[in-house]
């Protein structure tokens, strides 16, 4: 492996962080701007999404995957 290759492979994690970093900063400025244009409708949608996961059984989801994997 040349030292190109080598500086190209250790800047890969930081470009992908900063990579992520946009993208999550593009959708929150994008939720915003929905939420301020919308307001009821994005209320709605919080309560509809908040109940869903409310009555979702997370809790054994995650206990079932984690058993899952102690057995793997």
């Not at 400025?29 to 709605?44: G, H, Q």
């Given at each position: ?32 701007d929905?939420v ?16 869903i ?11 079932g ?8």
């Amino acid at each position: 492996m040349d030292h190109s290759s080598a500086e190209v492979l250790a800047e890969f994690p930081e470009r992908g962080l900063h990579w992520a970093k946009e993208q999550f900063e593009t959708v929150l400025s994008e939720t915003e701007d929905y939420v301020r244009e919308k307001p009821a409708e994005s209320l709605l949608c919080a309560l509809v999404v908040g109940y869903i996961l409310n009555r979702l059984p997370v809790g054994r989801i995650l206990g079932g995957l984690f058993r899952l994997l102690i057995v793997v």
